[in-house]
């Protein structure tokens, strides 16, 4: 009370005084100033100097108090008070929200406010899922729009219409031609589309970097024109399967898309040498080319892509019969292709030891090489071969049947980072060449189908060899206890008509291999029992009676099933050691047996071809499927898959028939993965035909497959209506002329459309 006494004193007090008047005349400009800037409830105070300071007690107070200190009406605060989140730039925003997985994450970011939906939709739209016809549908819908609140059609990248492809038609396409950013496009095994639906997507398509339309048999000639015309910027091409496509139109092509780098004509049985001779020609940066079954192409576009190529690295030539040694010979002297990692001369009978060699001196860095059936190499290519040293990971030399075990011991002396090899059919091999193969460190894949001679020996040597190691003392001697464990690396083996095993030796190799998760024994008699019976794979349903009563595939949980059987199994108690090893179990830091080591064909497909009815494919390509869940009784292997597709139509006959870098019918191109990078081989995208083609141009941040609409006026309000297909879409999009609709190819919607002005969402882009 006093001091609120006090207070009321003074300002009676000051409100009592009047000030002296002055003379204006006389007064000082800049005093005069300086007072009238001052609190009124002082006239006594001195003029601050010049250069003093201003105070915030002394600014300017409308109020007749005479403490002179601003009241809450005096503060006027110009900037709103932003909680943090709102702080942040949108460059920030954007890449928080890139971070989210979940496509229904990101619609509820859309729906949190205007600014976040702003910086959210492109991530949401650059990536559509038409995995069904009722998302197909709607993002059709949504497309069509005459003023939709965003411009949807400007922010999708990519297009992937493979899982729609056995009902994809021109209508079902037509409405995604406006579209005119799309950089990567993907219309695999879409047979009923033709150039007039193509023509459309790529005519305005000028930021187009990936087209792969493989399979698709109806495209011709004029498509592959409109592309020259309208996608000079392309990088990436799959026709794989076109056979109606001329030599003329792939020239053009060439003349036109300098910039391609992975070209894929798998199965263009029409082309010949002038519409390659074109590529290697005007296209120096070409990285990947896959000729694979072109049996027209000859020697000189061989030479040539090798020879004007500045970075060529990958160089399929699998069953290009009509190439010979001249291919190579030719080559420009003094030169070195350092760049070349992958090179398959499948089936190419014509080459022989001198190409060999020369491939060698030109190629020194050669990762992968495919001899399988160039039956007229001898022990004198692989001693070429051996020179590659620590560069060589995989090599494969099935129906090789001239080379011996001198050939294979010098391999294994020069090359020690081998991780894959294949010697089927190579029937000159002996226990000798094995127990040396066993000694790779990083041994992860080797295949001895039909090497007859090898015995138990060569069982008991891989055995070994994953079991423990001798760690040499400093001294360069060894003696007790110098055994430690080994981490086993081995987890295919592939050793079906090796008729001499027995089990007690198999037995050794299942305890001592923990990641083993192939084992292919089919002819070997000792496992020709009913009781193994049920941990087998069911042999492919095209095979004679014959092949399913001999058939012994061993994989995935099969494998596991089938060690533990044999362990503790009274029967076959006589077969186990007298001091029997622990039965092999995953590494602590490794839970998964199926998990890869680090190493550049990590999340290959297993390319030894033992008749198994499996075609194990090297598609470096982690965007597979997961294989459907195989029956009880029949464990399947999450790396490979099982089904006629992978099966071959008479095995027994002719092993080996298959090359390990063919492209497989329906699937992805090959996409290489970074050389000596760890591959988590269970991580699978959204899609499996998604993002064929690497393109080295950097990218949008992939999104998740999903779609939001938020559509409405734009005139100063909330965007009317917000909609999403973030799960579920089916064909004949609206504007089908082939009569193609969504409601005859999938069961009606029932989800309810959002009235105007809602924000509730749908499962649909276009809220219909």
Known sequence: ??????????????????????????????????????????????????????????GANDSQSSLGVPNLQDIQ??????????????????????????????????????????????????????????KHASICQTLGQESPYFAYREFIKRLNLA???????????????????????????????????????????????????????????????????????????NISGCNKISNESMVKLAETCRYIKRLKLNDCNQLTDDGILAFAQHCPNILEIDLHQCRLVGNDPV???????????????????LVDDSA????????????????????????????????????????????????????????????????????????????????????VQC?????????????????????????????????????????????????????????????????????????SSLERVHLSYCTNLTLKSIMRLLNSCPRLTHLSLTGVQA?????????????????????RSVFCVFSGQGVVNLRKYLNYEPIFATLRDAHPTRPAQPPPHQPNPTHFDGGFDDADGDAVDDDDGLEDEMVVDPQHPPPPPPPPHAPVDPGLGSGPELAHSSPP??????????????????????FGVATNAQTIPSHPHDDDFLVDDADAPSAPASTVTLVGSNHGGAASTASVPYQTLQPGAAGNPNGASASSANTADTSPTPDAGSRTPSPHPGGA
């Open 1 to 58: 009370m006093r001091q609120r006494a006090s207070l009321d004193m003074i300002a009676d007090d000051r409100a009592g005084l009047t000030p002296a008047p002055r003379d204006d005349n006389d007064a000082d400009p800049m005093v005069q100033s300086q007072e009238d800037s001052r609190s009124t409830s002082s006239t006594s105070s001195p003029a601050p100097a010049d250069n003093e300071e201003s105070d915030f007690f002394l």
């Open 77 to 134: 605060v110009e900037d709103e008070c932003l909680p943090p989140v709102n702080r942040l730039p949108n460059e920030i925003l954007i890449s928080v929200f890139a971070k989210l997985s979940s496509s229904s994450d990101i619609l509820h970011v859309m729906l949190t406010c205007k600014r976040w939906a702003r910086n959210a939709v492109d991530i949401l739209w650059h990536r559509p899922a038409c995995s069904t016809w009722d």
């Open 163 to 237: 899982s729609l492809a056995d009902k994809v038609n021109d209508g079902s396409v037509m409405p995604l031609s406006v579209c005119t950013r799309v950089e990567r496009l993907t219309l695999t095994g879409c047979k009923g589309l033709t150039d007039s639906g193509l023509i459309a997507l790529v005519q305005n398509s000028t930021h187009l970097l990936a087209l792969d339309i493989s399979l698709d048999e109806q495209i011709t000639e004029a498509s592959i024109y409109a592309i020259a015309e309208n996608c000079q910027r392309l990088q990436g091409l």
């Open 303 to 321: 030479t040539s892509l090798l020879a004007k190529g500045q970075a060529l690295r990958e160089l399929r030539l699998a069953h290009c019969e």
């Open 328 to 411: 190579f010979l030719s080559l420009p002297l003094g030169r070195s292709y350092e760049h070349l990692r992958i090179l398959d001369l499948t089936s190419c009978v014509r080459l022989t030891d001198r190409a060999v060699e020369k491939i060698i001196d030109v190629a020194p860095r050669l990762r992968n090489l495919v001899l399988a059936k160039c039956r007229n190499i001898t022990d004198a290519a692989v001693y070429a071969i051996s020179r590659l040293g620590k560069n060589l990971h995989y090599v494969h030399l099935g129906h090789c049947g001239q080379i011996t075990d001198d050939a294979v011991k010098r391999l």
């Open 415 to 487: 090359c020690n980072r081998i991780r894959y090899i294949d010697l089927g059919c190579c029937v000159h091999l002996t226990d000798d060449s094995v127990t040396r193969l066993a000694q790779l460190p990083k041994l992860k894949r080797i295949g001895l189908v039909k090497c007859a001679n090898i015995t138990d020996d060569s069982v008991y040597a891989l055995a070994r060899a994953n079991t423990h190691r001798v760690r040499s003392r400093k001294d360069g001697t060894s003696g007790e206890n110098t055994y430690y464990p080994s981490h």
């Open 527 to 547: 496992f020709l029992r009913e009781d193994l019976d049920q941990f087998c794979r069911d042999a492919p349903p095209e095979f004679t009676e014959h092949q």
């Open 653 to 674: 006959a002719d092993l080996l028939s298959t090359n390990p870098f063919a492209y497989v019918q329906g699937h992805p191109p090959y996409v290489p993965q970074h």
